[in-house]
């Protein structure tokens, strides 16, 4: 079923009628008890009652046996899985960015595969002098900042694994993404509060600000923060005075060489370049290609679908997809492409393509602005390189140092290696799409939070805790 944009208003106006009227940031808020907020189902109009009712809600999670932790996960998986077309259709309408299936295979693959509570590991010590036991212990109530281009996926897989790790979390989406996530967000505390007896576990500012971000910055009762978006949020995480788990931008490179199977590449950039019109933080941005093989590649990707631009065609496309902002005026995505088909692009262009086309590429030089800017949109540049060395080196200056993903197409496993010791990127990708390296097609676990600037890799619930360790003197070795 898809949801019109007044009925996903009337469904949020209809959950904060039902919780009561929005206090101000800055008016008192504090009620007599944080019971009080119970039957809210996660849904504030302000920082200071989503943190207390999340403290709330963690002191009672804390009270449960880990199976109700995995009962609420479970909980969350389900309402994922089974509700993935309306709240994934929900978000595209919303948002108007990306694709609708991808929208709803998002929800979908993190209902499946987010890690959940098996990934908290005990380590023991056991010797002469007794045994240590090494704990993963909760923070409490953890801050997320969550991106537009994938509102609800990130509050998801964030909940997902935060909880597993015994917390609860306040969310302060971004402004465009927030009708989605409040939707979202309700669902989950009904079914939780109705199966599991606790409610706000996910809570939501509605009416997300930058000063209600600040808010939950600097609230005392928030222990950690995590933030999953561009730039500007990480320095303001960063700047918090708390430990913040950084999520942060990214440009991923691809490198193709000689020896690479061109046919294999050009579907792999295809399927990760395009999918989801580009949004993904993973998602190939720019391709160097060495140059033996560089009209191959460029006839592989032809044969594979995407449609190529000319050179008029590009520029023309770049005068309205790319533009300045700042006091230095530097190259930005326009917010009007971003996200958009690859039909829409190509009309920028002055091209009509099949509607079975879901990526425009062309050839630029390397300082052209589509290879620099993280454009979030289905347009390739491709650049022609001297070797792999001059391939590998203009991919390490463009990634821009972010050290989130970089992908070669190569069956050469010293320029592999070569690569990915010079990138020194959190996801590397060999031989296949960016999201292979997150185990859809590939090895390994789900998070759309991928933290490459504070060091935590791929979020995970260990991601989310305390270590502790408990010590037993001299006893209690009983081998
Ligand atoms: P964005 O940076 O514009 O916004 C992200 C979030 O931060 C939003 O909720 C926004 O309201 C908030 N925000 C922005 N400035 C802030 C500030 N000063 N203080 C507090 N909050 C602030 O990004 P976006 O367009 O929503 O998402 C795309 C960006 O996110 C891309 O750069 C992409 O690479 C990145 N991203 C990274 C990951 C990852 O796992 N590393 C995942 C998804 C997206």
Redesign the pocket.
């Known amino acids: 079923m898809q949801l019109d944009e007044n009925t996903i208003r009337s469904v949020v106006a209809q959950v904060l009628a039902e919780v009561g009227p929005m206090p101000s940031l800055s008016g008192p808020s504090m009620p007599d008890s944080a019971n009080a907020f119970e039957g809210s189902h996660g849904i504030f109009g302000n920082a200071s009652d989503a943190v207390t009712a999340a403290r709330r809600a963690f002191e009672q999670l804390r009270e449960r046996p880990m199976e109700d932790r995995k009962r609420v996960i479970d909980i969350i998986r389900k309402i994922s899985i089974e509700n993935c077309e309306e709240l994934g259709l929900m978000e595209m309408r919303e948002t108007g960015i990306g694709r609708p299936e991808h929208k709803i295979e998002k929800l979908r693959a993190l209902g499946e595969l987010s890690p959940g509570t098996e990934f908290l590991q005990t380590k023991a010590f056991s010797g002469d002098h007794g045994l240590a036991i090494i704990e993963r212990a909760p923070f409490g109530v953890i801050a997320a900042?969550?991106?537009?281009?994938?509102s609800l996926p990130?509050i998801t897989g964030n909940a997902v694994s935060m909880i597993a790790g015994g917390n609860a979390v306040v969310v302060?989406?971004?402004?465009s993404g927030r009708l989605v996530a409040v939707e979202g967000v309700r669902r989950f505390n009904e079914e939780i509060a109705r199966e599991v007896g606790i409610d706000n576990l996910i809570c939501v500012i509605a009416e997300?600000t930058?000063e209600s971000?600040?808010e939950l910055f600097g609230h005392r009762d928030v222990a950690l923060i995590c933030?999953?978006?561009?730039?500007?949020?990480g320095?303001?995480a960063l700047n918090s005075g708390k430990r913040a788990i950084v999520?942060?931008?990214?440009n991923p490179p691809v490198v193709v060489d000689e020896t690479a199977d061109l046919d294999n590449a050009a579907r792999c950039i295809i399927q990760g370049g395009a999918y989801d019109n580009n949004l993904?933080?993973i998602a190939e941005k720019e391709v160097f290609v060495v140059d033996s093989v560089f009209d191959d590649m460029m006839a592989a990707m032809r044969r594979a679908g995407a449609v190529q631009l000319d050179q008029a065609q590009i520029a023309k496309l770049t005068s309205v997809a790319i533009t300045q902002v700042g006091d230095d005026n530097h190259d930005a995505a326009a917010k009007d492409y971003i996200g958009k088909d690859a039909a829409v692009l190509a009309a920028a262009a002055g091209v009509k393509v099949p509607e079975s086309c879901e990526l425009v590429f062309g050839e630029t030089d390397e300082h052209h602005p589509f290879v620099s800017v993280?454009q979030?949109m289905p347009f390739i540049p491709f650049v022609r390189a001297r070797d792999v060395d001059h391939a590998i080196a203009m991919a390490k200056h463009y990634e821009h140092g972010f050290r989130?993903t970089a992908i070669i197409h190569s069956r050469n496993v010293h320029n592999m290696t070569k690569m990915g010791k010079e990138l020194d990127t959190t996801l590397y990708v060999k031989n296949g799409p960016c999201m292979a390296s997150l185990g859809l097609g590939g090895e390994g676990y789900l998070s759309?939070?991928?933290?490459?600037p504070t060091g935590e890799g791929v979020t995970t619930p260990d991601t989310f805790t305390r270590e502790r360790r408990c010590s037993m003197i001299d006893e209690l070795r009983v081998v």
């Open positions: 900042i969550t991106p537009v281009t994938h990130t302060n989406p971004h402004p997300p930058l971000a600040a933030v999953t978006g561009g730039p500007a949020v320095r303001a999520a942060g931008p990214g993904l933080c993280e979030m989130h759309f939070s991928i933290a490459g």
